[in-house]
């Protein structure tokens, strides 16, 4: 069982930086393919990032990608997410998932563990 606590969320405003961290149980968590996603009011959870961590391959959504930054810090156990030039689109409540797998998906329903989610709004 991996638990997954994220933190880090807030309000910004438009072209503000924050950065999310994950903290995950599990003791072969370089084993795992970590995923960021986010879910607004009213829509679908959508992926955002992936980082697979045996080799720090990452895949980004295009609504994110060259402002946000996923990485992996294996020996703490830790998944970062770099968000930079936020934009009021970028509200949502982000979610950091894991899959006991080095095969990298961004489908929603193919992760196994989630955290409890983080406020982030971005105010125009």
């Known amino acids: 069982q991996v638990q997954l606590v994220e933190s880090g969320g807030g309000l910004v405003q438009a072209g503000g930086s924050l950065r999310l961290s994950c903290a995950a149980s599990?003791?072969?968590?370089?084993?795992?393919?970590m995923g960021w996603f986010r879910q607004a009011p009213g829509k679908e959870r959508e992926f955002v990032a992936v980082i697979r961590l045996s080799d720090g391959y990452t895949y980004y959504a295009d609504s994110v990608k060259g402002r946000f930054t996923i990485s992996g810090d294996n020996a703490k156990n830790t998944v970062y997410l770099q968000m930079n030039s936020l934009k009021p689109e970028d509200t949502a409540v982000y979610y950091c998932?894991?899959?006991?797998?080095?095969?990298?998906?961004?489908?929603?329903?193919?992760?196994?563990?989630w955290g409890q989610g983080t406020q982030v709004t971005v105010s125009s």
């Open positions: 998932a894991a899959r006991n797998t080095l095969v990298v998906v961004t489908n929603v329903d193919r992760y196994d563990y």
């Open positions: 599990g003791r072969t968590f370089s084993r795992y393919t």
